[in-house]
């Protein structure tokens, strides 16, 4: 048995898509185990750039079965789109399969999630109105459509009746829009399930026979620990546990079943929508790593806020995760930087120096950031192949984070390309 977990460790947008798609061409399966569409994984393959949302990043590579999970919430109009725009450009699809127990996004969630943020004004929680979280609501309320139900027509229509009784009434009433209509979106969602039918399928039998087998299985998260739903900086998180303990009620898998948790962080930090920032670098510096990191959000093209590397998240998020192999990525990008800084600690508001991550984000808002300085460097470290080939100062930076974390740095990418990594270690 094989396992292996790609999870990001910051605030999203760390370069999961790459290395999963590294990863993925010596596994059996790929699995995609929460999140939605609003997920946006970037893989660069040669010239070409493909940008997935729903599809797992291993659809390129991986030789085996790819899996979209029960715990992912599904937008079949965006999966046939994401499926016709990889096959126009010569890939297959036909490995990918969708859980039979995933739920399915409806209209009235994606108009849910924009009213929502629309009345906020200000507060605004910044979703990409995808309606991921409304579609986890209905999950959780016991109201959600499943995968399964679009495969069966008299439960599919008794559900959206039900639910466009309530979405309805709030449509009308407290939003003051249009309502939806029952014939309409039934008729909809039928021929979608008709679409996809022979995609549909039970995910979790087949994953846990390939365990059983000792086949490699790649699980891929979406989003980062610092927007999980319970670890994260609530409420301005996602709507689903992207650790690695989503794994096993995201894919039904066992805990015992997860070997190598594989956690992705940036060599700084990014982060996209609203929420505290402790390290936010909101001036010329923080502009410039967002043009030559090309930070900007790959599902809805939103400049990422961009700032120091904080060691304070990042430990809380490796504890969390249980991480035993660390990816550092963008590494490149603090080229020509000096100094660099690296917060390993937090002032409080009342004086207090602290090293963990606190559970009340109001307050870390007034948390100060306390650094440490590093010599930065000036050689180009895009063609670096080895981890000797890199300048003194920048693997200086490598061994600081490592010790500090008590975790090794198995990979280091130093470059948006396949081909630009540096593997410490081989875990396959």
Same mark, same amino acid.
């Given at each position: 048995? $094989?396992?292996?977990? +790609? !999870?990001?460790?910051?605030?999203?947008?760390?370069?999961?898509? @790459?290395?999963?798609?590294?990863?993925?061409?010596?596994?059996?399966?790929?699995?995609?185990?929460? /999140?939605?569409?609003? #997920?946006?994984?970037?893989?660069?393959?040669?010239?070409?750039?493909?940008? =997935?949302?729903?599809?797992?990043? /291993?659809?390129?590579?991986?030789?085996? &079965?790819?899996?979209?999970?029960?715990?992912?919430? %599904?937008?079949?109009?965006?999966?046939? @789109?994401?499926?016709?725009?990889?096959?126009?450009?010569?890939?297959?699809?036909?490995?990918?399969?969708?859980?039979?127990?995933?739920?399915?996004?409806?209209?009235?969630?994606?108009? =849910?999630?924009?009213?929502?943020?629309?009345?906020?004004?200000?507060?605004?929680?910044?979703?990409? &109105?995808?309606?991921?979280?409304?579609?986890?609501?209905?999950?959780?309320?016991?109201?959600?459509?499943?995968?399964?139900?679009?495969?069966?027509?008299?439960?599919?229509?008794?559900?959206?009746?039900?639910?466009? &009784?309530?979405?309805?009434?709030?449509?009308?009433?407290?939003?003051?829009?249009?309502?939806?209509?029952?014939?309409?979106?039934?008729?909809?969602?039928?021929?979608?399930?008709?679409?996809?039918?022979?995609?549909?399928?039970?995910?979790?039998?087949? =994953?846990?026979?390939?365990?059983?087998?000792?086949?490699?299985?790649?699980?891929?998260?979406?989003?980062?620990?610092?927007?999980?739903?319970?670890? /994260?900086?609530?409420?301005?998180?996602?709507?689903?546990?992207?650790?690695?303990?989503? !794994?096993?009620?995201?894919?039904?898998?066992?805990?015992?079943?997860?070997?190598?948790?594989?956690? +992705?962080?940036?060599?700084?930090?990014?982060? +996209?929508?609203?929420?505290?920032?402790?390290?936010?670098?909101?001036?010329? =510096?923080?502009?410039? *790593?967002?043009?030559?990191?090309?930070?900007?959000?790959?599902?809805?093209?939103?400049?990422?806020?961009?700032?120091?590397?904080?060691? %304070?998240?990042?430990?809380? #998020?490796?504890?969390?995760?249980?991480?035993?192999?660390?990816? *550092?990525?963008?590494?490149? +990008?603090?080229?020509?930087?000096?100094?660099?800084?690296?917060?390993?600690?937090?002032?409080?508001?009342?004086?207090?120096?602290?090293?963990?991550?606190?559970?009340?984000?109001?307050?870390?808002?007034?948390?100060?950031?306390?650094?440490?300085?590093?010599?930065?460097?000036?050689?180009?470290?895009?063609?670096?192949?080895?981890?000797?080939?890199?300048?003194?100062?920048?693997?200086?930076?490598?061994?600081?984070?490592?010790?500090?974390?008590?975790?090794?740095?198995?990979?280091? $990418?130093?470059?948006?390309?396949?081909?630009?990594? *540096?593997?410490?270690?081989?875990?396959?």
């Amino acid at each position: 048995m $094989s396992t292996y977990v +790609v !999870v990001g460790l910051q605030y999203g947008d760390e370069g999961k898509g @790459k290395i999963t798609d590294v990863l993925s061409a010596k596994s059996d399966y790929v699995v995609r185990f929460q /999140g939605g569409d609003n #997920a946006g994984h970037t893989v660069y393959v040669g010239d070409e750039k493909f940008v =997935l949302h729903l599809l797992p990043s /291993g659809v390129l590579q991986c030789k085996g &079965k790819c899996i979209i999970a029960n715990g992912v919430v %599904v937008n079949p109009k965006a999966f046939v @789109k994401e499926i016709n725009q990889i096959e126009s450009k010569g890939m297959r699809t036909d490995h990918v399969f969708i859980s039979r127990r995933a739920h399915v996004i409806m209209p009235y969630h994606i108009l =849910l999630d924009t009213y929502r943020e629309e009345e906020q004004g200000g507060t605004q929680i910044g979703t990409t &109105k995808k309606g991921i979280g409304p579609c986890y609501e209905d999950k959780i309320a016991r109201v959600g459509i499943r995968m399964i139900d679009l495969l069966n027509p008299e439960v599919l229509r008794e559900k959206i009746e039900k639910n466009l &009784k309530t979405k309805n009434s709030l449509f009308e009433k407290y939003f003051e829009k249009p309502t939806l209509d029952v014939e309409e979106i039934f008729q909809e969602f039928i021929a979608l399930g008709e679409l996809l039918k022979d995609r549909i399928v039970d995910t979790e039998l087949e =994953l846990n026979e390939a365990i059983r087998d000792g086949k490699n299985i790649l699980f891929e998260g979406a989003q980062a620990l610092m927007l999980d739903i319970d670890f /994260g900086t609530y409420p301005f998180v996602t709507s689903s546990s992207p650790s690695t303990g989503g !794994v096993c009620t995201g894919a039904g898998v066992p805990p015992t079943a997860l070997q190598n948790l594989i956690g +992705v962080a940036k060599a700084y930090t990014t982060r +996209v929508g609203n929420g505290p920032f402790p390290t936010e670098l909101d001036n010329e =510096l923080g502009e410039n *790593i967002r043009q030559i990191g090309a930070e900007f959000g790959a599902t809805t093209g939103r400049p990422r806020r961009t700032g120091w590397l904080d060691l %304070v998240s990042l430990k809380h #998020a490796c504890m969390i995760n249980g991480i035993n192999n660390l990816v *550092i990525t963008k590494l490149d +990008v603090l080229t020509g930087i000096h100094p660099l800084k690296i917060a390993t600690k937090y002032k409080t508001e009342d004086g207090k120096i602290i090293d963990y991550f606190t559970s009340s984000t109001t307050k870390l808002y007034d948390y100060e950031p306390q650094y440490e300085e590093l010599d930065g460097w000036d050689e180009d470290i895009t063609n670096a192949r080895t981890y000797d080939e890199l300048p003194a100062n920048a693997k200086k930076y490598i061994e600081f984070i490592e010790e500090h974390l008590g975790i090794n740095v198995y990979l280091v $990418s130093v470059g948006p390309e396949r081909s630009q990594n *540096i593997i410490r270690k081989e875990l396959f």
